[in-house]
Structure formats: C-alpha cells, structure tokens
C-alpha cells in the first residue's frame, strides 16, 4: 500500500470512529433524558396518588426511549458509516470538490487491481488522483469536519433534564423521591398491596357541622376522595363491581384525632332514616382491631356498615374524625371477605383558630390617672366568630373581663372600647396589661379562642419619669467624671505637651467635647420631659456650655503646639530654630493655662452636679416616704372599717393593701440602699445610715400587720401599725433633714448671691446717675459748639472734599499692597470712609473720631509702604512699580488727613476752654465718682468669680461683659477727667449699655432655672418674674399658645408713635455710620 | 464626806443592823467602811473573824456580800446579799447582779498581777498587750508613786456603753455624753472594748490611767481630791511606754482659750465626776486643767514630788497642807501659779484641729468618717478631697491621687483622713515614696492614728524596715485592735525577727478577727 493510500485509509478510520463516538453519545443522550422524563412524570403521578401500574407505564416508556435511541444510532451510524464511500461523504459533506475527490480515490483504490488489469484506465493517472486526494486529505481537520455539537447539545439536554429533576425533587421532598424510588425500584418487600378499586365513580354528600351553618353538599362522580371539616358526616352511595351479599367501610383515623375503635352502626351513622335501609352492625367483624388508647398515635379503625341494595349498589354514612383512609369491604353470605378496596383518602378541612388584634392604641402607652383611652379591635373566623372579650390584668387583684361583643357568628368583627382607667384604681407608674380574646363556635372539637398580644397601659408617673431622667443626668455626670479622670490620668506621667504625647492629649480633648455634646444633649431631653427637674437640665447646660468653651482653647491651643514643634523640628537655621523654639514655648504655656482652666472648671462642675444630684434624689426619697405614710394612714383607716364591721372581702382588701405597701416599702429600701451608695460625704451622714438601718424594720413591721391581720386579731393589727407609724415617721424626718442639708449649704450661697445682687443694683444705679449728670454738662457743650459751627460750612465742605480726596489716593494706592501694609490698608480705607461719610452728614464727634483712626492707619500705612520699598522683603521686580505708585499716593493722603485733623481741632475747642469753671469742676467730680464706680464693678468681678467657682450657674458671657462694663467706666473715669463731656459720655453709654447685657443674661439665666418644680434649685436670686417659658420644646403640648388674629401684623399704635418720636430724634452718635452706610446701601 | 456616808448608811440599815450582835455590827459597818475606801483587804482583815458569814448577823452578811463583790466573786456576793434581807442603799446587789450577768461567760486570765475578765471571741485578742501595759504600768507607778498595792486586779473589758454604765453606776447618758470608756472602781478597771467604737480609742493608755486611779486610791486611802486624783492619772498615763505628755494639742488648745476667757472648769464642777461633765469638750478641759497641776508640781519640785504628795494624803493629811508641803508654797500660790501656767504652756504641734471625739458605733448621732471630711475647713480643699473620693470610688488611683494631692497641699497633712487617703492612692499609683512622704508628715500630727500607722507599716514592711513596721503596727494596735491587717502584719514583723511565740500567736489572732478561728 502506497503512502496516500494508508493516508486516506487512516483519514477514514478516525472520521468512523468519530462520527461513531457522536452518533452514539448524542443519540443514547437523548434517549437517557426521555427516560429521565418519563420516570420523573411516573413518579409524579405517583406522588399525586396514581395507582400502581403507572410505574410500569413509565418504565416502560424509559425503556422504549432507550430503545429508540438506540435504534435511531444503529440507524444514523449505518447511513453515515456504511463503507469507505459513505464515510468519505460524511467526512467531507461541506467540501464539495474534496467529497468527490474522496470518494472517487476510494472507489478507485478499490478498483485499482482491476484497472491494472484491464488497462482501460491509466494506473498512474489513478495513483496520482490518489495522492492528490491525499494530500488534501492530510490538512482535513476532523473535528471541523465531524463537530461534536450534536454531543454538547445533547449534555445540556441532560443537564436540563437534571435540573428539573432536582427542582422537582426539591419541591415534593421526600414524597416525591419516594415516589421516584417506587417507580425506580418498584415496592419495597412488605409494603401494602395497592388494590385495584372495587366500586365505581362514588357520590359523596357532606352534611356539615350545625356550628358552621353550611348548606350539605353533593359531588357526584368522584373517587371517593373525601375532603371536609372534622365533624361533618359524609354520606355515600356507589355500585360494586361485583354483587356482594354485605359491605362495610373500614375507616382508619390518624393519631389521636380517633375516637377509641368502635364499630357503629349503620342506624345511628347514618341517623334516624338508616334503619329503614336495612343496613346491620358488624359487630363480630373478625378484623377489628382492639380498642386503643385515645392518644396512640397510630390508626385506628372505626367500621360503618354499608347498605347493599339490588347486590351491587352500596350506600352508608361517616363522619369526618380525623384525617386518614377509609376502604370498601365486600363480603358474601358466608360474611367471607370477597374483596377489599384501596384506601381512600381522608383530608380533614382544619377549622382555623380565630385571630384578634388590637388596632389602637400602641403596645405601651403612658396614660394619665384619670384618662379614658379608646381600644380598637379587629377579629376574624374562618367559620363564625363567637364572643369577643376585653381582658383585663391589673397589677394586683384578679382579671377582670369585659364582653365586646356576644356570641353572634360572623365571619369578621371589629369595634372600639372606650377604656376608663380610673375606676381601676391603679397608682401611678403601675402598669396594666389588656388584650383582646376571640373564640370560635366550634362545638365539636370544642371553640378555639384566640388572644391577641398583651398590650400595657402605663400609669403617668412624674416620680418615676424624674427618676428616669436623674438616671440620665447620672450617666453624663458619670461621663464627665471619667473624662476629668482621663485629663488626670493624661498628666500623671508627665507633661503632655511632648510631642510625643500630643496626639494622646488630643483624643482626651475629643472626648472631651463629645462630653459636652452628651451633657447638652441630656439636658435637652430632660427640658423635654415635664417631669424632668429643669434645674438639673440648667446645670448641665451650665457645665456643657463651661466645659465647651475651655476645651475649644485647648483644642486650638494643643493645635497650635503640635504645629510649633513640628516646626522646630523642621527648623535648619539658628534663627528660625530660636523662633520655633520660642514659638514651642508660647503654645505650650497656653495649652498649659488651658489645660489647668478646663481642669478646674471640670472639677467644680463635677462637685456642682454631685451636690444637685444627691439633693434631688433626697427629695424623691423624701416623697416616697410622705406616699407611705399616707397610706398607711389609708391601711388604719380601713382596718377601722374592719373592726366595725368584718366582712371577708374587707380582709381581702386589707391584706391587698399591705401586699401594695410592702412592695413600696421595699422599693424604697432599695432606692435608699443605692442612693446612701452615692450621696456624698457632706450630705449624707450618719442619720441617714441609721435611717437606712431603721427602716428595715418597716419590713418586719408589716408583716406582723399582715400575720395579725391573717389571724383575725384587728387590735394586735392596729397596734403593730401603730408601731410602724412611729418608725416611718422617725425615717421620715431623718430623709427630710438629709434632703434639707444640702439646701442649708445653698442658703449660705444665696445671702451671698443677694448680696451680689444688691451691688449690682446698686452699680447700675450709680453709673445712670452719673451718666445722667454727665449728659447735662455735654448738652450744654454741645449747644455751645454747634453755636461755634454755624459758620463753618464752607470749612466743613472744603474738608469733606479733602477726605474724599485722600481716600481715593489710599484706594488708588491699593493694587501696590504688600502682605505686610495690607491691614493698614484695610483700616485706613475703613477710616477714611468714616471720616467722609460723617463729614458729608456733619457729625463732627464721629468725624473727629474717625480722622484720629484714619490718621494713624494712614501713617502706619506709610511707614509699612516706606519699609517695603527698601528693600527689606523680596518684592517681585513686576511689583515693584505699583509698589512705589502706592508709597507716593499714600505719601499725598498724608497731609491731606492731617490737614482735616488740624482743622477738626479748630473747630471742636479744648472742652476746657469751652466749658464754665464750674462745669469742669463738675466733670472732675464725675470723673472721680466714675473711678470709684469702676472700682466697684472690679469688687462685683471678684465676687462674680468667687461665686462662679463654687457653682457654675452664671451664663459663660458674663465675666466678659462684665469686664467690658468696667473697662469703659474706666475709659469714662479718663475722658471726664480730661474734662471731654463728649467721650466720657458716650463711655458711659457703653458702659451701661455692657452692664444691661450683663443683667439681662443672668435674668435670662434665671428665668431658665424656674419651673424646676419641687425640688428647686441652685440658689440664683435673679429672676424678674414667673410663669414665663422657654422655647426650646419644652413640653409643646401643654403651653398656652396665642392664635394671631387677622390684626396681629399691623405694628401697636404705641409703638409706632415711639418710633417716629425716635426718629424726630436723630441717630445716635456710634450708629450714626452704620445707618449712613445702610442708607447708602440701599440707594446703591 | 465618809463618815456622813456611813452614819447615812448606819441608818438605813438599821433595821438590818437591829438583828446583829453591837460588836459585829460595827466590825460589818467598818468593813463598808474599808470598802468604801476601796481597801477590801482591810475589810477582809475586819470581817474574817466573823465567819461563816452565812451564820453571822443580816449586817455581816451585807458587808461580806459588798466584800465579795469587791473580790468578783458576784455568785456568793448575791447570795450573802440575799441572805441578809431586802434594803440596799447602796445599790450593790443590783451591782452585782449586773456584774455576774455581765461577765458569766467571760474568759479569766491570770498574770503576774492582774486578772482578766474578757468576753470569749474577738477581745481576747486584747488580752496580752493590756497585760503588758498593766505590768509595765505597775513598775512606773512604783517608781513614780513610791508604792504599788500587792495583790492582784482584777480588769474586766465590756462590749457597750450599756454595760460599762451597768457595771460602774454611771448612766449611760453620762458615758455617751462623756465619752468615758473606762472605770476604775470597787476594786477593779472595767474598760469597753475598743470594738465598741467606730475607730477605737487610745486603750491602753485608757487602762494604764485607769491602773493609776486604782494605785492611787489605794495609796491615798481614796482621800486625794477628785482633781488630783485625774490629775496624777493622767500625768502617768502613758508612763508605761516612757512618755508623760498630758494634754493632746486638742486639750491643750482648749485650755488656751479657756484659760483666757476665764471659763476653765472650777473643783465643783469637777465633783462628782469628769465623766458627769456636759460635754466632751469641757470634760478634755478639766482633764488638762488638772494634768497641768501635776505637771507644773513636778516641773517645780521634781518627779518626787508626787511620791510626797501622795504619801502625805495617805498618812491622812488634809490634800491643801499635802500640795503646800510638796509644792513649797502655799496651796493659794500653787493655784494662782499653776493658773498662770495654764494660759503660758507651749502648745503642743496639732493646735486646735485635733478633736478627738470618741464615737460610739451604735450611737446614730455620733459622728462617723463623713464628718471627718467636714472637719477639713478650707471648703476648695474639701472639693479637691471629695473629687479624690469620687475617683477613688472609681477605682481611678491616679487621679484620686492628684486630686487628694490637691487638697492635702492646701491645707498640709492636719487632717489624717485625708492623708491615710491620699498616701494610700498614691501607693496603688505606684508612687510609694510620696505615700512615705505624705504619711510621716501626718503621723508627725497625728502619730496615734490607727490608719496611718498601718500604711506606713505596709510600706517599711516593703522596703524590709521590720523593727520600723513592728513599731507603727504596734502604734496602731494601741487604738485599733481589732484590724486583722495589724495582727497578720504583726505576725509577719515577728517572725521575721525570730519571735516565733509572739508570730504564732499573732497568726492566731488573725485568724480570730478574720472569723477562720473561734474561740472556745
């Protein structure tokens, strides 16, 4: 054999056994997954109760798939295989001119001897075909020229086919697989014989329950396959297959819903018309299975008999017990079983329980003593509603039941009940639960009743909320307490303001202020509740507001260190590293201040909310003692009633009320043991202990009330209640002297508060004084100057264009600024704008003060402009131009401000030469009065800080304003000493004007302290009158809001006259710019 | 003033007296007599040759009864009591009674020269060290008074003020208002157990001044002045550990401003007994008042003084000639000069702060450690003290530590309270030299205090400073018995100085106050 012809003979065998491997695998692929699909449906029909021979049905039709595919491969790979020639069209099907060379080389191979022979054809011609063909035949690629997609399509197939059985298995579980097991494997050994049916179609009548008051119902042509609620009795009627002499039903009940295994009759199962059908007890059925056990949990069998009419036609009667089978039993007249039917099926239709809710109001809520609150309920049977109730559980005593609605069956219901919380006499903080409950009318298994979830209603109790919000007051105040420790704790090692330390400093610093935002916080929330003790929510304000402003210092302050020292470290220079060095030392002196600031502030801001906390949870006790007492005095009263008149339900009540009083007493014993944990040294002493230790005879006390009371012996009752009254009393007193101490330290505060007061007063009373004498002395200079300038309008006007001109030069000189001169540029624009702007309106005082400023910035310009132009920065060479263009300009404004001073000061006169020698006199004598009243507001700065150390209930504004207050009264003390009316009094403005803001924020402060309720607060004598609110949402809802009417925008009458009178006036002499500018603004 | 006693009691027992022999019934009246003086064995001396008493008159059976009752045998003295009929003016049956019901279960041990009644338990733990004051106490007196009696006492130590005013014939209002703690009468120191006090009490001290009274009644034939009698008791109060300090700066304070006010408690007020004074403060007064009158007699004439003194009374001098014979000058010159001194005399280091107020534990209207702080005047110190509280409640030790530091550099270490706190917060801090530091300024103002001392034990106990540690537990121990710290740190201390006896017995001790061991 040549080359070419083993070529194309191996080109040929490998495209066979490919074709052959495609052929197979696709074909018996597709025959698997019809299999799959049949037994799959097979088990399924199963599943769903189809009889036995399905499962033949469905393997064989697995079969008959397989077999197909087979046959279907067997077939293709004959057509496709079937010689060399077929082969040879199969490998080359998609080159046409390579399939006829192929076939036409095969052909001739094969008859090559025979051409050889007979010489009609060259054999060289032949053999060279042959190895042309080969030679194409040894590029053919087989896997193009045979492609194995008939295999891949038939893998998805499969895995299809797979899937679907993994969803269906995954949704019928294990019935399903059991089912696809049976069709596979067949029965296991044992199992149950599947009968045929024995009956034809059956009709069924199912006469339900009474209680469900539905109509009986017929289905006629079905098989047998009985669906109905438990109770329902289920009639019969069908045609044996065979005639039979007797027939019965063996019906077998599930679990435990059977009733023990009895044969009924047929009269009394199919009830009063049976008899007359002729139909008999079985009674001596051999096959009944012993009575069991109400509760085994296997089937048991209950056997009706049948009646048999005409030999074949069967009717009878059962009722739906449970779920289960029953069968058709023939007999013959012998009673020999002739035949037994397959189960069928019993479902029983469940009767659902019936649902209930409560719609309104929420699961807890907070309601007053004597409120009515509205419940809404919605109720639901699938068959018929019966009773709806309202149940009732208080805290004590039995349930009480209320009917909502009667026993009337419907399917739905829904209602509202109007529930009076009052007569149920609950205390406060005492919590009632309720819920709604809804039975059925199920007579036969019994009515299922419902309930809906437990739902409470809270008695509103103002102890019980304070307590609350002490408990969150507590929190803070512990946060606090924590952070001040990790400040300690910050400096134990060292100082930390190495930098190494820094970063750890600053995480305590952010705590810290996160401290404050959980103070204010608190303090919000408890201003939000009404029982909330406002003084507390004050303090906390208080101590956030003192603490915030401390640790931002320090927070920019530590900033700045850490910014120094990694400058000084970055420092190469001998000088810049001096300068950082003693950049370093600065930062750290001030975040040293701060740091020991904060501290200090932390520290009496701790000790203050201690001392406030401690006091209110005395009161509280205090209270919770006096709520005992009286009802022990309730408990005497009753066990008077008692003794004049015995009755058991009085004892009932007596003993429920000493149950109340012990819970009481020992929710006071233990709030008593935690608060003597945290009172602290100077308000709790030793009469508290003893106090504590006292009380718990209270205990004892009662129950010997109680014994006695449970033996009938009222006089022994009475007198241990006696007892105890002496005991209660005595910690009644010792609570209200430890509650009391607190306030005997405050009162200490509170005279020096007073007496701070009254300086004050007095303070401001001075400074009017004086202010008011100062102004008559001013008046009269004013009324001699504005005589002097009468004839000075052409000056005036003349230095009105001076001033404008020397603003436009600073203006024009602006684009040559350097960042050294550029304040001096703002403030002299700023000046100078003020100079013309009160030219132009002729105010002189704000001229002459404005000229002073605007010649000082003017100069400083200059010289910062002059220090430039030498060269003693680097100045870009393009600058450099401008620079000097601005040194020049700003040098012609120069003369030009002082120029307008010059003749300002002709104009305004040394007020000494203006003024009487008495009146300057006058003014020295004020200008002393002025000292001394400066001094005093210094003793009043001194006092305010002596009293903000020990408590921090002052506003944080009011040192400074204070301090401002003084610095212009020393200011005024200085003008009037210099004999200047004008300025000295337009000092004392400001400084009234300070000292009324200083006044204003304690008034205001103290109004906030009001309305603490009971227990009161901090001693701060300041507040000007009562019942004024706050509006920060404290308690919305129970402020008297005014409703504007339609008048409500127009301005008061009064008001409006004051106005105008105002303007008549003119304006003040410092606003006099701010208006002009405003003026001016608006005509822009 | 005694024979109107006994001419009172002649009459009142008359009716008993009325049965019995005229012989024997004025050897039985002599006899109360001698009892009276608190001289039983002259009164055994007298009624031994009437016995059996049981037989004798209903006279000498009362006087042998008041005879046992000076000897503790209270069973007998009940039943010659009862034996000779119902009147009693001097209360001695109901004393009697009293005492048998008092100490029926107590514990009897027996020294060298005394005995000691103790109540089974934790009090025994006190037993060793009072002996040891008592006998050292002794050995001072009869250096310092010339004379010691030779037979035993008999000490008997009460659990409350109840029984102490049960046993001694004080009210118990008196004891509590007083702050008395111990009574030495009928021929016996009865002394409340330190227990009994929130913080204990200078015990030892208490029972060597108390042993002083018993020596000097029986030296003087109780015929020295009340004032005196106070007087030389305190001045040999601490004569059993080599010191005669007789004021504490409190006391010493008082005496100042009294003394320049002219408010100083005069003899009457002193009569019948310090521990009838209306308030502790004026009973400290009267104490230095008359302490000082001991101690400018000895500072004129020497400690020899006293040996005179107290010899001359003894020999039945009237008291004023005793002083002006011992003094050298007349008794109007003693008392004008000693009056003198008492607004002079240096005053000891502690000044005015040192109240000691003596606080009953069951006594709800006494003070307890709260007002301790309160004591602390200066109101920004006491912030700095109750911020160190609040963080030592924590658990924050080193910020207690700064704040305490805070407080104690405002104000010093005065307050020992506040030190004990703030050396004890700078130890858990890990700065135990400041804790040193801080404790010995304190001790230096208040070297008795119980706590202080035992800090400063644990830190030399630390550093191996054994004898150091032993003394400062042993100062403690002198107040505060009962901590079970100072008996296990004395038992360590012990051992370690190869006192095995003193450590196990110490080691005992532990176990008792720390409920491991009961006694039987």
């Known amino acids: ?593 701060g740091d020991a600031t904060l501290e200090g502030t932390m520290e009496r801001s701790v000790l203050y909310l201690e001392q406030l906390l401690d006091k209110r949870r005395a009161e509280d006790l205090l209270k919770l003692a006096k709520d005992l007492g009286k009802k022990r005095r309730e408990l005497a009263e009753l066990m008077e009633k008692y003794r004049n008149a015995p009755s058991e339900q009085a004892k009932k009540d007596l003993l429920a009320q000493v149950g109340r009083m012990k819970e009481q007493v020992r929710d006071l014993l233990r709030r008593m043991a935690e608060l003597s944990k945290g009172f602290n040294d100077e308000h709790m002493n030793e009469e508290a202990l003893a106090e504590l230790a006292k009380s718990q005879d209270l205990l004892g006390g009662l129950d010997d009330v109680e014994r006695k009371l449970a033996q009938g012996d009222i006089e022994g009752a009475m007198k241990a209640l006696d007892q105890l009254a002496s005991a209660m009393d005595r910690m009644a007193s010792g609570l209200s002297r430890t509650a009391r101490m607190p306030d005997e330290r405050a009162a200490a505060l509170m005279k020096e508060m007073l007496a701070f007061k009254e300086q004050l007063e007095k303070l401001e009373a001075g400074q009017k004084d004086a202010a008011a004498q100062t102004e008559k002395i001013r008046a009269e200079y004013r009324r001699r100057i504005q005589e002097q300038l009468r004839n000075a309008e052409e000056t005036l006007k003349k230095l009105h264009e001076l001033a404008k001109s020397a603003r436009k030069d600073v203006d024009e000189a602006r684009p040559g600024a350097t960042f050294r001169s550029e304040p001096n540029f703002e403030a002299s624009a700023e000046a100078l704008g003020d100079l013309e702007r009160a030219l132009a309106m002729r105010e002189l005082d704000g001229a002459n003060e404005a000229v002073r400023r605007a010649q000082l910035a003017v100069d400083m310009l200059s010289r910062d402009l002059e220090l430039d132009s030498a060269g003693l920065i680097p100045v870009e060479p393009l600058q450099r131009p401008q620079l000097e263009e601005a040194r020049r300009r700003v040098g012609e404004a120069q003369p030009k401000v002082n120029e307008i001073k010059d003749a300002l000061s002709k104009l305004f006169p040394d007020p000494r030469s203006v003024l009487s020698k008495e009146e300057q006199q006058r003014l020295g004598e004020l200008s002393r009065r002025q000292g001394e009243l400066e001094q005093e507001a210094g003793r009043l700065q001194e006092a305010l800080d002596a009293l903000s150390k020990r408590a921090p209930v002052f506003p944080p504004q009011a040192q400074g304003q204070l301090g401002e207050s003084r610095g212009h009264m020393g200011q005024a003390a200085s003008e009037l000493g210099e004999r200047n009316p004008q300025r000295g009094r337009g000092e004392q403005d400001l400084a009234m004007d300070a000292l009324s803001r200083f006044r204003k924020g304690l008034e205001d402060a103290a109004k906030n302290m009001q309305g603490g309720g009971e227990g009161g607060g901090f001693p701060y004598p300041f507040a000007m009158g009562e019942g004024e609110g706050r509006g920060d949402g404290s308690d919305p809802s129970r402020e008297k809001v005014k409703i504007p009417g339609a008048e409500a925008h127009k301005v008061p009458e009064a008001f409006r006259k004051d106005l105008l009178e105002a303007m008549k006036q003119g304006t003040p002499e410092r606003y006099r710019p701010d208006v002009q500018r405003y003026y001016e603004e608006l005509v822009k | 003033m005694m024979r109107t006693m006994i001419a009172i009691l002649a009459l009142t027992l008359a009716p008993v007296a009325a049965h019995a022999a005229p012989d024997r019934e004025t050897t039985a009246l002599r006899a109360l007599e001698a009892l009276r003086a608190e001289d039983p064995d002259a009164a055994e001396a007298l009624l031994a040759p009437l016995a059996p008493w049981e037989k004798a008159g209903d006279m000498v059976r009362y006087a042998a009864g008041a005879l046992r009752f000076h000897q503790q045998r209270y069973t007998e003295a009940l039943e010659l009591f009862r034996a000779s009929g119902k009147r009693d003016p001097f209360g001695y049956p109901e004393l009697a009674r009293a005492a048998r019901e008092v100490t029926k279960d107590h514990v009897r041990f027996e020294a060298e020269h005394f005995v000691v009644f103790h109540p089974k338990g934790k009090d025994e733990v006190l037993v060793p060290y009072l002996v040891e004051t008592l006998e050292k106490q002794r050995a001072a007196l009869a250096q310092g008074l010339g004379w010691v009696p030779a037979g035993k006492v008999a000490v008997e130590i009460v659990v409350d003020a109840k029984q102490l005013a049960a046993l001694s014939t004080l009210d118990e209002e008196s004891v509590r208002t007083t702050g008395t703690v111990a009574v030495a009468k009928f021929n016996k120191l009865m002394i409340l157990t330190p227990r009994a006090l929130l913080k204990g009490y200078d015990w030892l001290d208490t029972a060597a001044h108390e042993y002083t009274h018993n020596v000097l009644t029986a030296r003087t034939g109780n015929r020295a002045p009340l004032w005196m009698q106070e007087g030389i008791a305190k001045w040999f109060e601490q004569a059993w550990r080599g010191k005669h300090e007789p004021v504490t700066p409190f006391s010493a304070a008082l005496l100042r401003e009294a003394a320049g006010q002219k408010k100083l408690v005069t003899f009457a007020e002193m009569h019948p007994s310090f521990a009838k004074l209306p308030t502790p403060e004026r009973a400290a007064l009267a104490y230095a008042q008359v302490a000082l009158a001991i101690e400018w007699l000895v500072k004129q004439r020497g400690p020899g003084a006293l040996v005179t003194l107290t010899g001359l009374i003894g020999e039945g001098k009237a008291w004023e000639a005793a002083v002006a014979e011992s003094a050298g000058v007349s008794w109007k010159r003693f008392q004008d000069d000693w009056t003198r001194y008492m607004g002079q005399r240096p005053l000891p280091k502690g000044g005015k702060h040192e109240l000691e107020k003596l606080r009953f534990k069951d006594d709800p209207k006494k003070g307890t450690q709260f007002a301790e702080w309160a004591e602390i005047p200066d109101e920004e110190s006491r912030g700095h003290a109750r911020l160190g509280e609040i963080f030592r409640e924590r658990g924050r030790w080193t910020s207690a530590r700064i704040e305490y530091a805070k407080a104690f550099s405002r104000v010093g270490a005065r307050f020992p309270i506040l030190s004990g706190r703030y050396a004890l917060a700078a130890v858990q801090a890990g700065a135990k030299q400041e804790a040193e530091k801080v404790l010995s300024e304190a001790l230096a103002w208040n070297p008795d205090y119980p706590a202080l001392n035992v800090q400063m034990s644990r830190l030399l106990l630390d550093r191996g400073n054994l004898a150091a540690a032993r003394d400062h537990l042993l100062a403690a121990n002198r107040v505060d018995p009962f901590d079970p710290e100072i008996h296990a740190g004395l038992a360590k201390v012990l051992a370690a100085l190869g006192d095995t006896a003193g450590a196990e017995r110490e080691r005992r001790f532990t176990r008792i106050l720390t409920g491991q061991e009961t006694t039987p």
């Open chain 1, 1 to 593: 054999m040549t080359r070419a012809q083993s070529d194309i003979a191996r080109l040929l065998g490998s495209a066979r056994r490919r074709q052959a491997g495609i052929t197979l695998l696709s074909r018996l692929g597709v025959g698997l997954a019809a299999a799959l699909v049949f037994l799959l449906a097979g088990a399924i029909a199963l599943r769903a109760g189809a009889r036995l021979p399905v499962r033949w049905v469905a393997l064989g039709a697995a079969g008959a798939a397989l077999l197909a595919a087979v046959g279907w491969a067997i077939r293709d790979l004959a057509r496709r295989l079937g010689g060399d020639g077929a082969t040879a069209r199969t490998v080359a099907a998609g080159d046409p001119a390579l399939r006829s060379a192929l076939q036409s080389s095969v052909e001739l191979l094969r008859e090559r001897d025979a051409i050889a022979s007979k010489g009609h054809l060259s054999v060289a011609l032949v053999d060279a075909h042959v190895e042309r063909t080969a030679e194409r035949a040894r590029t053919v690629d087989l896997a193009r020229a045979l492609p194995s997609k008939p295999v891949l399509q038939t893998g998805w197939l499969l895995l299809a086919v797979a899937g679907v059985h993994l969803l269906a298995l995954a949704a019928g579980r294990g019935p399903l697989l059991a089912a696809y097991r049976r069709v596979v494997a067949g029965d296991p050994p044992g199992s149950p014989i599947m009968r045929d049916p024995i009956t034809g179609d059956i009709e069924l009548t199912y006469r339900y329950p009474a209680y469900m008051r539905r109509e009986n119902r017929v289905l006629s042509g079905t098989g047998g396959e009985v669906r109905a609620p438990k109770g329902t009795d289920v009639g019969l009627r069908t045609r044996a297959d065979r005639v039979v002499a007797t027939a019965e039903l063996q019906v077998d009940v599930e679990e435990a819903a059977a009733p023990p295994s009895t044969t009924v009759p047929a009269s009394q199962a199919e009830g009063a018309g049976a008899q007359s059908m002729g139909a008999g007890p079985d009674a001596a059925a051999p096959s009944s299975p012993p009575a069991a056990p109400a509760a085994a949990p296997r089937p048991r069998s209950q056997r009706y008999a049948l009646r048999v009419t005409g030999g074949r036609d069967l009717a009878g009667q059962f009722p739906v017990t449970g779920p289960g089978s029953y069968r058709f039993r023939f007999f013959d007249a012998k009673g020999k079983l002739l035949a037994e039917g397959p189960p069928i099926p019993i479902v029983v239709e469940p009767d659902a329980y019936p649902t209930v809710r409560l719609t309104a109001p929420e699961r807890e809520v907070e309601v007053e003593p004597g409120a009515v609150v509205q419940l809404a309920w919605e109720a639901e049977d699938d068959v018929g509603l019966g009773e709806v109730t309202l149940v009732l559980e208080p805290p004590q005593g039995e349930q009480k039941r209320i009917t909502l609605r009667p026993d009337d069956p419907i399917r739905r219901a829904s209602g509202g009940h109007p529930l009076a919380v009052e007569p149920l006499g609950l205390g406060e903080g005492e919590r009632l639960g309720y819920r709604v409950e809804a039975r059925d009318g199920d007579t036969v298994s019994g009515p299922k009743v419902s309930s809906s979830e437990t739902q409470f209603l809270k008695i509103y109790s103002a102890a019980e909320h304070r307590r609350q919000m002490l408990d969150k007051a507590k929190e803070v105040y512990e946060e606090l307490v924590g952070n001040l420790g990790d400040r300690l704790d910050l400096r134990a090692p060292g100082s930390p303001n190495v930098e190494p330390r820094v970063p750890a400093a600053q995480q305590v610093d952010a705590r810290t202020k996160a401290v404050t935002e959980h103070l204010r916080q608190a303090a919000r929330d408890i201003r939000r509740d009404r029982a909330g003790p406002k003084e507390i929510a004050q303090a906390l304000e208080n101590v956030a507001q003192d603490v915030r402003r401390g640790i931002e210092d320090v927070i920019a302050h530590r900033g700045q260190l850490l910014y120094a020292l990694k400058a000084a470290r970055g420092a190469v220079a001998d000088l810049s590293r001096r300068q950082a060095r003693e950049a370093v030392s600065i930062a750290t002196s001030a975040v040293e201040r």
